[in-house]
Every structure is written in structure tokens, then in C-alpha cells.
């Protein structure tokens, strides 16, 4: 049976990989063409590093910056630190959903 997915978020990627390399047939719809721009902080908490290494996404390979702190500044330069105590590394959006779209689609899904 094909799953249909809709939106190629991190969600729906991520999904559609886990998916297709279980041997699911998956079609994944998603209205832009990758690679593509989107409006993203960029920072992936370490949370979530093992996971998505473990789906094949080679983020120790990519020597990607590593962040430690969290800062919110404000247009009259008040700004605010604060330690970021799990941390994460800094990847675009742009490579990363590229990345897992290839993936997806090297384990047999249609995008
Ligand atoms: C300004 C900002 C900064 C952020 N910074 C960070 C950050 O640094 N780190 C972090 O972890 N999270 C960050 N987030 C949160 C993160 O972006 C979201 O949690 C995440 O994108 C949610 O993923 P998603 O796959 O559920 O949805 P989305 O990323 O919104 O994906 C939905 C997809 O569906 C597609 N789509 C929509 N309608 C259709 C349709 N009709 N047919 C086909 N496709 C469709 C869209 O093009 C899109 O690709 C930020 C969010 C914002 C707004």
C-alpha cells in the first residue's frame, strides 16, 4: 500500500525517509521544488542529532557550527543572553531539506 504524504517539511521528510527505508511505497506532495529557501532559525538542537544521523543525514561529516547560546535582541539593541544548555549546530534549511529529500527518494520514494 503507498502512503501519501503532504508537505515536505522536516516533518513529512523525515517521515517519507523513515518510511521508504522501511519499504514503504511513499509519494511525497510538496508544492515547492527543492533545494528552496524557507524562513528558519537554522539551528537544530542536539536533541535531534543522533535521529537524524541515524536516518542518514551525515551531519558529523559536515563540520557545521556548533551553538551554545541563545540571543534575542530588539531593534533599540537591548539584547538578551542566555546559555543554551543541550546546544545544537547550525545547518540552512536550503541543504537540509535537500539532503533528506534525496534520501527519501534513493530509498525508493516519489517526491
Ligand atoms: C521564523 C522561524 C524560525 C524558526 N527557527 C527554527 C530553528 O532554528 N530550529 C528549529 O528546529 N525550528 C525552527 N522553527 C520551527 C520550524 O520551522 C518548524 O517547527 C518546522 O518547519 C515544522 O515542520 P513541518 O514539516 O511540520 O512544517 P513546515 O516546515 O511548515 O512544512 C510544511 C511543508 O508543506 C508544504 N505545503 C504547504 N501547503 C502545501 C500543499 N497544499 N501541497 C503541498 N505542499 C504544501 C510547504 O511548502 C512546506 O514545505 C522556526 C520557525 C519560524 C517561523
Same mark, same amino acid.
Given at each position: 500500500?503507498?502512503? /501519501? $504524504?503532504?508537505?515536505?517539511?522536516?516533518?513529512?521528510? #523525515?517521515?517519507?525517509?523513515?518510511?521508504?527505508?522501511? %519499504?514503504?511505497?511513499?509519494?511525497?506532495?510538496?508544492?515547492?521544488?527543492?533545494?528552496?529557501?524557507?524562513?528558519?532559525?537554522?539551528?537544530?538542537?542536539?536533541?535531534?542529532?543522533?535521529?537524524?544521523?541515524?536516518?542518514?543525514? /551525515? $551531519?558529523?561529516?559536515?563540520?557545521?557550527?556548533?551553538? #551554545?547560546?541563545?540571543?534575542?535582541?530588539?531593534?533599540? %539593541?537591548?539584547?538578551?543572553?542566555?546559555?543554551?544548555?543541550?546546544?545544537?549546530?547550525?545547518?540552512?534549511?536550503?541543504?537540509?531539506?535537500?539532503?533528506?529529500?534525496?534520501?527519501?527518494?534513493?530509498?525508493?520514494?516519489?517526491?
Amino acid at each position: 500500500m503507498t502512503a /501519501p $504524504l503532504s508537505g515536505g517539511g522536516v516533518a513529512g521528510l #523525515t517521515l517519507a525517509v523513515q518510511l521508504a527505508r522501511a %519499504g514503504r511505497r511513499v509519494v511525497l506532495f510538496e508544492k515547492e521544488t527543492y533545494p528552496f529557501h524557507r524562513v528558519c532559525g537554522e539551528y537544530i538542537s542536539m536533541e535531534n542529532y543522533a535521529f537524524l544521523c541515524r536516518i542518514g543525514v /551525515p $551531519l558529523d561529516q559536515m563540520d557545521l557550527p556548533v551553538m #551554545t547560546r541563545f540571543t534575542v535582541s530588539s531593534p533599540t %539593541g537591548v539584547a538578551l543572553h542566555h546559555p543554551l544548555d543541550i546546544g545544537g549546530v547550525g545547518i540552512t534549511r536550503y541543504v537540509l531539506d535537500q539532503l533528506l529529500a534525496c534520501l527519501a527518494a534513493e530509498h525508493g520514494a516519489t517526491i
